[in-house]
């Protein structure tokens, strides 16, 4: 069970290497994705995610050293599909460093983090050509600061 504790090391780790950049992964309809500046900020946004049965919480970390870039996405909404709601928003890239944090006992959901790797990015370049190339980002960079939040989860969880 990932508990309060947990929520609030995980989100001072994230924050523990400068410049670190975190955006919610998907943004609630019709509202711009939220940016998170500190720890407090993560964790109370984790933690209300996380506050009914079976829900996750899912954020884009990207640090300076890592070296591509994300760019947003609109989600364009069936219309219907959603009543009342015509967007959200997400983020690309290819080495976005995805969290997603489970609290529950549901076998099959655990909190985890990962990230492309760069063979795999270099693999899948030709099917999105919208998007940098898989050569701007550091990958070694990328690698480093998820194993590091690895440990950090794996510790804590």
Known sequence: MLTDLAIESLAVAVFEKPGAWVVEAYSDFDAPPRQFTSPSELA???????????????????????????????????????PGHKLRYTWEGWGLISVILERGDHP?????????SEKRAAKWESTYPEWDSPRTWNWKAVASHVRRLNRVLSRVA
């Open 108 to 116: 099959n959901r655990s909190s985890h983090i990962a990230a492309n």
């Open 44 to 82: 109370q946004y984790a933690k209300e995610r996380l506050s009914s049965a079976n829900a996750s919480a899912f954020f884009f970390v990207i640090y300076p050293d890592m070296g591509g870039r994300a760019v947003r996405q609109t989600i364009q909404l069936k219309p219907g599909s959603v």
